[in-house]
């Protein structure tokens, strides 16, 4: 699904004003490429068992759970959050995939008794240091202050069917309001979210991967993808080793006897600012060959350096292992030279969140 990759004009600033603007102020992000998937019906929590590997049992309705889907052989097909509005109904909130046809086609016999259907929901979030200010205004103080992280409310917005979460793609503090009958009522919310926000500056941004790098968050189809397994991604606390069946489990528990040979970890590199999208890999070395990659990439303010997410060799793994990186010339400190980077810990930053780390995990701990 196309979504804008930047709104600020380059006479605004471009993206670094974008992030300015969200650290500093209340953005609102256009997040409808999160498709929501509802699994309802009798046996929808037994489904939803079988293709996350956390337990669904455990996750209590109201609330919602950053989850992951692996394949057979282990690899992720993709890391939603889900929620679970009731008893016997959830939404997978996807990340930028069709994996909506992958939960159909795991049913597509019938064995479950539920239905499985992508709905008329499109979600918008809310984030930066006022989004906190903006939501009291727009569900009030109570149920906006007393939400949890992961946590879920049901609200009404300007006459709009809305569903609240305490989850987002930043490292800063973030909501995300899922909105029923989207096509009929998408510009009743969005005048009412933009309203409630004009008092501290509101304005549209895309989607800030400068900070969810910052944060750790990972994002599917560049960071990980159906060839990377939890193992080498710091989500090897989303593996439910006590689950007597899930689909990928015999691979993941193989895996985690075997250990992985590749792990995704943080770089702070050298080279001029990287202010734009990586158009591929770039290719990571340790001074003889050709080692690993970096997915994704960018100027960090906060850190005052380029940081990237990279996959390497175990062994090369360790925080302060020196390596270099190959940049496009644009970014390169000397055109057709390496620059240097050191492996870093995960998060760059300290983010808005309970436990203080988001899907990456640098100890693993659940």
């Not at 727009?138 to 709009?160: D, H, P, R, V």
């Not at 528990?253 to 158009?279: F, N």
């Not at 050709?290 to 940081?307: D, E, H, K, M, R």
């Amino acid at each position: 699904m196309y979504h804008p990759r930047a709104i600020f004009t380059k006479e605004e600033g471009g993206l670094n004003a974008e992030y300015e603007h969200l650290t500093t102020k209340v953005a609102v992000i256009n997040v409808a490429v999160e498709r929501q998937i509802c699994v309802k019906g009798p046996e929808a929590e037994a489904f939803v068992n079988m293709v996350i590997t956390r337990n669904a049992r455990l996750i209590k309705p109201q609330t919602c759970k950053y989850v992951i889907m692996c394949n057979e052989k282990g690899g992720i097909i993709n890391d939603p959050v889900l929620l679970r509005l009731s008893e016997n109904e959830f939404w997978f909130s996807l990340a930028d995939s069709d994996a909506g046809f992958y939960l159909e086609g795991v049913n597509a016999m019938g064995k479950y008794d539920c239905s499985i259907e992508e709905i008329d929901v499109a979600p918008l979030s809310l984030a930066g240091p006022f989004a906190m200010a903006t939501m009291c205004k727009l569900i009030g103080e109570k149920e906006a202050q007393e939400m949890s992280y992961f946590g879920l409310t049901e609200a009404t917005i300007n006459g709009c069917e809305v569903v609240v979460t305490r989850t987002g793609f930043s490292s800063e503090a973030n909501f995300e309001i899922y909105l029923r009958d989207a096509h009929r009522d998408a510009e009743l919310l969005y005048g009412a979210v933009m309203e409630a926000g004009s008092e501290f500056g509101i304005r549209e941004i895309c989607i800030p991967h400068h900070s969810r790098i910052e944060g750790g968050m990972l994002s599917w189809g560049q960071d990980i993808d159906n060839e990377v397994n939890p193992f080498e991604c710091g989500l090897d606390w989303q593996v439910n080793t006590k689950k007597k069946e899930y689909i990928g489990r015999d691979a993941l528990l193989k895996i985690k006897k075997e250990g992985a040979t590749h792990k995704l970890v943080g770089l702070r590199m050298g080279g001029k600012p990287i202010d734009w999208y990586p158009s591929d890999f770039y290719h990571v070395h340790d001074g003889k060959e050709l080692v690993g990659y970096v997915t994704s990439a960018w100027f960090s303010p906060s850190q005052n350096t380029n940081i990237a997410l990279a996959m390497l060799p175990m062994d090369l793994t360790m925080e302060g292992t020196e390596l270099q990186v190959a940049l496009p010339d644009i970014y390169a400190s000397v055109v057709g030279e390496v620059d240097v980077a050191e492996v870093c810990a995960v998060p760059f930053k300290k983010i808005d969140s309970e436990e203080g780390r988001t899907g990456m995990s640098k100890t693993g701990v659940k």
